[in-house]
């Protein structure tokens, strides 16, 4: 049978049948193996195009998705999904009837795994829904990591620890500031959980870690709440002016409980799979003073965009446009007080500050930095 030979009767037998036999049966009577890349959806299920198309051999996946697509079937093509952040097409409050859904949507990658991640790239996102002992405010969750259960029983065998994979990808996105997508699945134990399902719940952050003894094992918590509001750096800028003199004596009384409420940052560090991949090319080390910062086994540095993005400016989320930055540089770099002159060198407060340090895997687009330039010519 040709390609073109496939109608969509062709397809709906297919997937009856992959939904009967169950998927590692029916890859394995048809000798299928998956690029992973193609996918025909049914509702939020998905299939793998190449089990679909099995009784066609020599098919390329390009040409099996644009005929599928003909045939009315919603192909997706997750080569274009980003595994960090919102998922385009996915709103808040999406409802999923089961796991399987969710995860072909990739908003939870995993069917059984409660976090996704590794302590390499960090978390990509988790689902509470009641299997470890969550704290679940609504805005603000306690986060129980995984680890120590017996395969067989699910009971705690053991103290869980920061080592375990899901729990390293926590610590990253901690460190690094990523955000991570929450899935909440229906139980009794939280009244904000929904009555049926699942639901994609939006980005959170990880703010803290703890490793707390409960019921006679340790467990790893992390302290997540949800980001509401995020502001880019504006182009305006305001006089400082430098005084010996002290403006009063009196220290603040300050509070001993203090509330929470919702403020909008002055700046933001953004996670895209641009600033990743140039973060990995520096090996988070610094262009501009060349330190690297550890937190224990790892290293941290932030992506900063030359021309900002969002309005004013309207700069692109490409790796021409992206320095590895540490914190300090990033934030002396984004008000203006470091700038990278044409040949590249760089002035602190219009002083010199060094070389902008180069890498042959990661090019530099002076237009990014003549914009910089221009829009801090007065700063």
């Known amino acids: 049978m040709d390609l073109a030979d496939v109608n969509g009767k062709h397809v709906e037998a297919a997937i009856e049948e992959y939904d009967q036999l169950g ?140 080592d375990d994979p899901g729990n390293a990808a926590l610590c990253t996105s901690m460190i690094d500031g990523g955000v991570v997508r929450v899935v909440r699945g229906a139980h009794i134990g939280s009244e904000h959980a929904p009555p049926t399902g699942y639901r994609y719940e939006g980005l959170f952050q990880v703010e803290d870690a703890s490793y707390v003894k409960m019921g006679g094992f340790r467990f790893c918590r992390f302290r997540m709440v949800k980001l509401d509001l995020e502001v880019d750096v504006l182009a305006a800028r305001l006089p400082v002016v430098v005084s010996g003199e002290k403006a009063h004596d009196d220290q603040p009384v300050g509070n001993l409980a203090p509330g929470r409420r919702l403020t909008a940052a002055q700046r933001t560090v953004r996670i895209t799979k641009v600033t990743r991949t140039v973060k990995e090319i520096h090996e988070n080390t610094c262009q501009m003073c060349d330190q690297q910062l550890v937190v224990g086994d790892r290293s941290y540095s932030e992506g900063a965009h030359i021309q900002a993005l969002g309005a004013p400016h309207g700069g692109p989320d490409v790796v021409e446009n992206v320095l590895c930055l540490c914190p300090n540089c990033h934030v002396l770099f984004d008000f203006g007080a470091l700038i990278v002159q044409p040949d590249h060198s760089l002035s602190l407060n219009g002083q010199p500050f060094g070389h902008l340090r180069a890498h042959p895997q990661h090019q530099v687009d002076d237009k990014y930095l003549a914009h910089h330039r221009e829009a801090n010519r007065k700063a």
């Open 23 to 162: 998927k590692g049966k029916f890859l394995a009577k048809y000798r299928v193996k998956p690029a992973e890349r193609f996918y025909v959806m049914r509702g939020d299920w998905a299939y793998e195009i190449e089990a679909v198309l099995g009784m066609v051999p020599g098919v390329e996946a390009e040409a099996a998705a644009a005929h599928l697509a003909g045939l009315g079937s919603e192909v997706q093509d997750r080569s274009l999904i980003p595994r960090f952040g919102p998922i385009p097409g996915i709103p808040e409050g999406r409802a999923f009837i089961d796991r399987r859904s969710a995860a072909g949507r990739r908003v939870h990658r995993a069917l059984q795994a409660g976090i996704v991640g590794i302590g390499k790239r960090g978390a990509e996102s988790i689902v509470v829904s009641g299997g470890y002992v969550d704290e679940d405010y609504g805005t603000t969750i306690i986060y129980t990591g995984h680890g120590g259960r017996d395969a067989d029983t699910e009971e705690q065998i053991r103290d869980q620890t920061f």
